[in-house]
């Protein structure tokens, strides 16, 4: 008898959690499409060859094979073994260099997927976990509005979700890279490195890191600091850094575009973009505009929303596709609405009305009852069996139905189960409160999220 | 360089394809909220063990293995070994007797999800493809009604489909068994499976088999071909079967069942449902009804959606959890639908209105223009660049986007691309026609199907 048990790291919802995680779902899908974004779904499994270009996260993949080719030689032929996507990204580049003759750019996706990484589950890491990732890719050129537009779509779709407010904080490679070249700095990546320690080894730690690692000068070293300190909402951070001396065409340009994105935020999206430039995760591969976001209150889940710009996101020799794009991670967000009890449904079925049997050979009159219900939008469930009427209405008190309909040869009555209340009513136009119609997600205070 | 290639096996749709895949889901999804069906997901995973139970399907199952572990010692140690699911009933059987204790039975799930099978791929057989589950699960007990009502909610949510009618073929193991065990034929199983090949080697193979393989007698042969020519929709087919002269418990129950649900299906879904009792697929594992689906004028397709009553889903030595499921080929449908071109989107962009921008300094006007349309549910895009007005036209052409946008500081207007019209509108009051809104699905006539 094997014994079922659960998986370190592959998280399943019971059917409450589950009606929680679809209504998040929706609510992301339909923010998407309302911005004009195609959903498109690629296939699980890549070549290794695919999942290995950025080399490094090679430790997370799981590779395929199958049973009865157990015992054959198996050193990964990269061209032909398979393996699990880690992200949404890469099988999105692949599928753009595979279809680009027929799309239209620049193209707007939405992908919704589970995705998998081989990881020792630990600190609450999934090793499957849904992501939901927007992207817009250009053929060869893609102007930089999208940079602005991208964040504040997703500012939008977490706004529509059960949970707290957002922080989105933003930085822009160009502003890095423009002002270390300024200053001599030459090593930007190195710097980048150093700089992202920032929160784990203090100010002093990372002056000698860029010192030792990055080839800085003490004085270089005291500059990125002061430049990584830098933070605010609007056009003083521009000043801020132009106070510090250094110049350079790359870090105007820089400055320019985050003081635009931190501008159309303010007005689109008060309160919710702010420009931290000690941000350096990602800058080393994304080209210019970056982002992250912090659930307030709960900063430590870390970022629940991360992305940028890319210049290159594929290419096929003749021609490079840049993008913008931004991944949620859905599930480590719902693992945590869920735990901490931010929201709920109001019940974990979608039946509305529970019709009740006066006895068996009576169902198909109940049937019948149900159908026309349904018939009309109005979920509905037949009781299991012709019991008494009370254990009927306990089945439906059980699953939280509200509405128990009760047929009767002298005309049909329905009871809401909460209140007691029970009153003839017509299968044919009967209707329940707007709000019993389906599930709803409330938040901890009952009150609806959406 | 890494060169894209689809992948034998492992289908993917374009953003139009996509588009109907989603509306299938969307109204598969529908229906079984209607029927009262809780949604759930089980992870991709099982360790082997649970997958290898049946045995049999060993052969199909993808094992994972993370990358870092190339190398070690990798025979299978079933408690560790993880591998894909091959469909959507193992996982839940596993999932039900993890959960017991926190369900209420009957319980009804749906369920949909990808699944992979490591088959060659041939015959048009996928190696990931999309199911879509219903069952209910009893604890102990399930009445017989679940066996009428489950297979008459498939008969509803395919009929929301843009496919041709379905044929839903029905049988009954008890029918099969009672009639054999009757006449003296001891192999029920041996027989069901002779039986199972009729279409292929014809009733003179199926007799020689019967009597070489199943132990029959030239004359129980005879009888059990007799039966399994047997089909109809009302209580004739009982008629038919005891004008044989076989008598037993087992097959009166058997046919008392048959004829319930044949008489239920002529009233709730007419001209669905028909008794078929050569029947014998899955009859070895199935203990009551058993279903198979398929396409009015695409027999060839085999199967859409097949399922049965099982009286052991799943057991925990305490408690038994009988059964009745179907389950639909999502992805063997929709190729099927897209190849022939049954059914088409609209578009395949979400986008009903594409809002022009002048000029690039007054892009944030056509912003807010996006942002108060789609505050009132209207799915609308920005043009990408300040084009020239033909050039913005023709981006939402190509794209098949019905209306463009043009702010003007004297008032807006709006332009039906497709008929010309060009007229004043204001963002917070103009409403597309609901045709418009968002994309439809249509069948090979341009007749909506929904």
Redesign the interface.
């Known amino acids: 008898?094997?014994r079922?048990?659960?998986?370190s790291g592959?998280?399943?919802?019971?059917?409450d959690g589950?009606?929680v995680?679809?209504h998040v779902l929706d609510a992301l899908r339909r923010t998407f499409?309302?911005?004009?974004?195609?959903?498109?779904?690629?296939?699980?499994?890549e070549?290794?060859?695919?999942l290995l270009?950025k080399g490094e996260t090679?430790?997370?993949?799981?590779?395929?094979?199958?049973?009865?080719e157990?015992g054959e030689q198996?050193t990964?032929d990269a061209d032909k073994q398979?393996?699990?996507h880690f992200d949404l990204t890469v099988p999105f580049a692949?599928?753009v260099?595979?279809?680009a003759g027929?799309?239209?750019f620049?193209f707007?996706?939405y992908q919704i997927q589970?995705v998998?990484r081989?990881e020792r589950p630990q600190d609450g890491r999934f090793r499957?976990f849904t992501q939901a990732d927007i992207d817009v890719v250009?053929a060869d050129t893609l102007?930089f509005?999208y940079e602005v537009?991208l964040p504040l779509v997703m500012a939008e779709a977490l706004a529509a979700l059960p949970i707290p407010p957002v922080r989105i904080s933003v930085n822009n490679r160009k502003v890095a890279q423009g002002f270390y070249e300024a200053i001599g700095l030459e090593d930007v990546e190195g710097a980048l490195r150093v700089i992202d320690k920032l929160d784990k080894i203090g100010p002093e730690g990372v002056a000698r890191g860029l010192i030792d690692e990055a080839g800085a000068t003490p004085d270089q070293a005291a500059q990125a600091l002061e430049l990584a300190s830098i933070s605010g909402t609007d056009a003083s951070v521009a000043d801020q850094v132009l106070a510090l001396g250094a110049r350079s065409e790359l870090l105007d340009t820089g400055l320019q575009e985050l003081v635009t994105l931190l501008e159309?935020a303010r007005?689109?999206s008060p309160g919710t973009v702010v420009a931290d430039l000690k941000i350096a995760r990602g800058l080393d591969y994304y080209t210019g505009s970056v982002y992250e976001t912090t659930l307030v209150g709960h900063e430590n889940l870390g970022s629940i929303c991360s992305g940028g710009r890319y210049d290159s996101l594929a290419s096929d020799?003749k021609r490079t596709f840049p993008g913008v794009g931004l991944s949620i991670g859905v599930s480590r967000l719902l693992a945590r609405v869920l735990s901490d009890g931010l929201a709920e449904p109001t019940r974990?079925?979608?039946?509305a009305v529970l019709v009740a049997v006066t006895d068996?050979e009576h169902?198909?009159t109940s049937?019948r009852v149900a159908?026309a219900l349904?018939a009309r939008?109005?979920?509905?469930?037949?009781a299991?069996?012709a019991a008494k009427f009370g254990k009927q209405i306990r089945?439906a008190d059980?699953?939280s139905i509200p509405f128990v309909w009760f047929p009767g040869e002298d005309g049909d009555e329905v009871k809401d189960i909460r209140s007691g209340d029970q009153a003839p009513a017509d299968a044919g136009s009967w209707e329940p409160p707007a709000e019993d119609r389906?599930p709803r997600v409330v938040d901890s205070q009952g009150a609806g999220v959406r």
């Open positions: 008898m094997v079922p048990s659960s998986l592959f998280p399943e919802w019971l059917p589950r009606v995680e679809q499409e309302l911005h004009g974004f195609a959903g498109i779904e690629t296939r699980a499994v070549p290794l060859a695919q270009r090679s430790k997370e993949v799981y590779l395929l094979r199958r049973l009865q157990e198996d990964a398979l393996g699990l692949r599928w260099l595979e279809n027929q799309l239209a620049p707007k996706r589970k998998w081989g499957e250009g102007p509005h537009e159309a007005e689109l020799g974990a079925v979608p039946t068996e169902r198909r049937d159908k349904r939008g109005i979920p509905a469930d037949v299991p069996t089945y059980r699953r389906w």
